[in-house]
């Protein structure tokens, strides 16, 4: 798995303080899409165990960890991203994890991963659907408020 971009402080994608992390891959082709370049998957960094331990280590004064991209759900990634919440949560059991992701949650539901989601936005970005819904960027949306076991 690539990312595009690891903020260690960000305020914008989530409540509170966030570690928030850009993965890249992304095969939903959104037209308008404000990340185009991250829609490959080999764009960008490589994620290493120095990456997950550099998110471990800044995720100690902040309130939680929001992934975005690209997808974090592309099929290439999840097999890291699930290895990655699961280490936060058994390290940071009180910390939330948002994942942005085009699919929509109706086919994704028994991924392994969304058991330690706190909060998806799920649905392909849509240009001609504008918001002003918070931590949205299409009408069309929606923001979930999972149980985490």
């Known amino acids: 798995m ?7 402080e960000d305020y914008a994608n989530g409540e509170g303080a966030r570690v928030t992390l850009f993965v890249s891959g992304c095969s939903h082709g959104c037209k308008g899409c404000h990340n185009l370049k991250a829609q490959h998957p080999k764009f960008g960094t490589e994620y290493t165990e120095d990456t ?5 280590s800044a995720l100690e004064d902040k309130d939680g960890l929001s992934l975005s991209g690209g997808d974090p759900l592309y099929p290439k990634n999840r097999k890291q991203i699930l290895e990655l919440v699961s280490g936060v949560k058994s390290i940071y059991p009180t910390k939330d994890i948002w994942l942005w992701t085009g699919y929509l949650l109706k086919d994704i539901q028994d991924l392994e991963i969304l058991k330690y989601v706190d909060v998806l936005i799920d649905g392909k970005y849509d ?17 979930y408020r999972l149980s985490v076991s």
């Open 2 to 8: 690539n990312y595009s971009a690891l903020y260690t």
């Open 52 to 56: 997950y331990w550099e998110i471990i």
């Open 127 to 143: 240009s001609s659907k504008p918001t002003m819904l918070p931590w949205r960027g299409s009408d069309n949306q929606v923001l």
